[in-house]
């Protein structure tokens, strides 16, 4: 299967339309934290989450989360969201898929910036659905 192409200039236009649909609630309140686009995870930020062979990646949240920073925090760098442009591109068929799969993507590791544990993101994404249903 082939992937879909797509600029680095045209996949940031829709990683900040994301991050312009998670929510002022949300937005208003990142701290400290850069959002950036690579084109694949390095090895380092594979280990560091422990990825097994052949799993896909398609963000990943480095950093404090807001939940544990201490009266102490200060000084540090920022923390980093990576949003990773090819293997999204690889798992889409179409342009939908795709503006679905960077919201998705985009919430997720904003939602880990904000403390939330996979099964708090998963539990959100269920409300929400339910609620726009």
């Known amino acids: 299967m082939a992937c879909a192409y797509m600029t680095d200039e045209?996949?940031?236009v829709l990683v900040n339309k994301a991050i312009d649909e998670v929510g002022e609630e949300y937005v208003n309140k990142l701290k400290n934290v850069a959002i950036v686009i690579a084109d694949f995870p390095s090895t380092e930020q594979l280990a560091k989450v422990k990825a097994r062979p052949g799993s896909t990646l398609?963000?990943?949240?480095?950093?404090i989360p807001q939940t544990r920073?201490?009266?102490n925090y200060?000084?540090?760098l920022p923390d980093k969201i990576t949003i990773f442009k090819v293997p999204i591109l690889c798992v889409v068929n179409?342009?939908?898929q795709l503006i679905e799969q960077v919201k998705?993507?985009?919430?997720?590791?904003?939602?880990?910036?904000?403390?939330?544990?996979?099964?708090q993101i998963h539990d959100h994404e269920a409300?929400?659905?339910t609620e726009s249903t």
């Open 127 to 129: 409300r929400q659905q």
């Open 104 to 119: 998705k993507t985009v919430w997720h590791e904003i939602a880990h910036h904000f403390g939330m544990n996979h099964k």
């Open 10 to 12: 045209e996949f940031e």
């Open 69 to 71: 920073r201490g009266g």
């Open 58 to 63: 398609f963000g990943l949240y480095e950093g």
């Open 74 to 76: 200060s000084g540090v």
């Open 94 to 96: 179409d342009n939908q």
